[in-house]
């Protein structure tokens, strides 16, 4: 079992970056998927990426391909969504997951964070 806690959204301008964290305790993360979601008001959760085990492979949705990575750090349990060149679309409440396969569906994930809100201002 894993227990996360997203960290780093916040306000920021068009064109800006931000860095998401997502720490886990309990479990060690190097057992774990960890995959990012987001949920903007109105809309079904979308998924943005998510990482392997290994922390080297990756997946990264199509909308925010070329502007967002993901690392992951095993060693501090600690999973990153770099987001840079950031566009009002962009803004959602996102979330890591964890305890699934290497997967872009949500239901395939047991562990969330509680999410932490992206706003990106025209």
């Known amino acids: 079992q894993v227990q996360l806690v997203e960290s780093g959204g916040g306000l920021v301008q068009i064109g800006g970056s931000l860095r998401l964290s997502c720490a886990g305790s309990?479990?060690?993360?190097?057992?774990?998927?960890v995959a990012w979601f987001r949920q903007a008001p109105g809309n079904d959760r979308e998924f943005v990426g998510a990482i392997a085990k290994n922390g080297v492979t990756t997946s990264i949705a199509a909308s925010v391909k070329g502007r967002f990575t993901l690392s992951k750090d095993n060693a501090k349990n600690t999973a990153y969504l770099q987001m840079s060149n950031l566009k009002p679309e962009d803004t959602a409440v996102y979330s890591c997951?964890?305890?699934?396969?290497?997967?872009?569906?949500?239901?395939?994930?047991?562990?969330w964070g509680q999410g932490t809100q992206v706003t990106v201002s025209s």
């Open positions: 997951a964890a305890g699934g396969p290497y997967s872009s569906r949500s239901r395939d994930y047991t562990y």
């Open positions: 309990g479990r060690s993360f190097d057992n774990y998927v």
